[in-house]
């Protein structure tokens, strides 16, 4: 059961007045303009809360400031102006206000966002990982990548901002005509270059603290079945943006076929990894199997994707919660945090 809620809340999101280089054209289709319409029907129904929805990112600070709302639901996971390395601060100005806010402080949002720094903390505590290399900006030009099949990426992205369908390299030709557009798409980025999993996608959420329990939804699988043959499978920048790509149409996210000895066994991996990056709250982790059958950690999210229709979203339905239960429980563990924190528990 929830216990104790706060009465005001402000709910910070992207803006969709300013372009995202996340979305495709740069721009909010209808289809995020329907999540954050769902988003508000959905706080609507939970009528014992007040929640006042920010959109508008020019005048965020005045209308925090006016608010001093008694919780903030940070699901500004585009960053602020829309801006992926404007996402910490949010979060950090949210401290110097002294508001406190759900999910992962700015500092655990940092951390993420280096996937080989992820990685290797990771692997250090007993979190599978891929096998993989980074490739530095100013090395792309000249890199030779001789180990296949690959996967490159940037390695500080989200959104599968710099993942295509080509993406997934098997030859020396193909690798280096995907730097070559990398370099000219994503000037200056370091690159991460992984072997391929060619296996299932899962997904795994938690919710709660560690000091006060996590609690794993059912996991996800990524359904790759209805995709035409020829397009590599993966969630590629097309699968998030793309209304009219097969990637976007034909992928399905279902209930992982996983025995629950494996699925436990895995949350327990991923709580520890939770405290180590000093996440809170919320989060999501993505895994893929390998050639060998291993499950490996491909990322963490520590402000996932919130949307009704996104993968946190589909996993607490998995687990039987609406949508609205989920904001719900989203929003007490963030409450009951702050206040046992604020009571010096
Ligand atoms: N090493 C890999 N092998 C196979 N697929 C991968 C690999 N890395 C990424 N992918 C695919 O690309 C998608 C996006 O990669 P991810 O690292 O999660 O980036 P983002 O942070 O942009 O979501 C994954 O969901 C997966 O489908
Ligand atoms: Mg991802």
């Known amino acids: 059961m929830i216990g104790e809620l706060p009465g005001r809340i402000a709910v910070v999101t992207g803006d969709p007045s300013l372009p995202d280089p996340t979305k495709y054209g740069q721009r909010y289709g209808p289809e995020d303009l329907k999540v954050h319409a769902v988003l508000r029907e959905a706080l609507a129904s939970l009528g014992s809360m007040e929640f006042q929805v920010l959109e508008r990112h020019a005048d965020l600070i005045e209308q925090l400031d006016a608010l001093r709302p008694e919780l903030v639901l940070n699901f500004c996971d585009t960053g602020l102006f829309n801006r992926p390395e404007q996402e910490i601060h949010l979060g950090t100005q949210l401290e110097l206000m002294g508001l406190g806010y759900s999910g992962a402080p700015a500092r655990a949002i940092l951390l993420c ?42 390695n500080r992205a989200d959104g599968s901002v710099g993942i295509t369908k080509d993406a997934v390299v098997r030859d020396a030709g193909q690798a280096r005509a995907y730097l070559r557009w990398l370099r000219a798409e994503l000037p200056g980025t ?98 893929r199997t390998a050639a060998d059958g291993s499950i490996r950690l491909m990322e963490v999210n520590p402000n996932p994707a919130w949307g009704y229709d996104a993968k946190l979203a589909i996993m607490a339905g998995f687990g039987g919660w609406s949508y609205a239960e989920m904001l719900e429980r989203l929003v007490a563990t963030a409450w009951e945090r702050i206040r046992r924190n604020a009571g010096g528990g």
Not at 210 to 220: D, F, H, R, V
Not at 233 to 240: A, D, N, Q, R, V
Request: aromatic share 10%; glycine share 8%; charged share 20%.
């Open 190 to 287: 370091d690159l991460l270059v992984q072997e391929y999993l060619p296996g299932p996608e899962y997904g795994l959420g938690l919710i709660g603290n560690p000091e006060t329990g996590l609690e794993a939804l059912p996991m996800l699988e990524v359904d790759y079945a209805g995709l035409p043959t020829g397009l590599a499978p993966i969630l590629s920048f097309e699968s998030k943006t793309q209304p009219d790509s097969p990637y976007w149409q034909d992928i399905r996210l279902k209930p992982a076929e996983l025995s629950m000895v494996v699925q436990q066994d895995l949350a327990a991996r991923c709580r520890k990894l939770f405290a180590r990056l000093g996440l809170r709250d919320y989060g999501r982790f993505d895994f």
């Open 113 to 154: 966002f280096d996937k080989q720094v992820v990685s290797l903390l990771a692997n250090s505590l007993g979190v599978a990982v891929a096998n993989e290399y980074f490739l530095p900006a100013e090395a792309v030009a000249t890199a030779e990548i001789d180990t296949f099949p690959a996967l490159i990426k940037p």
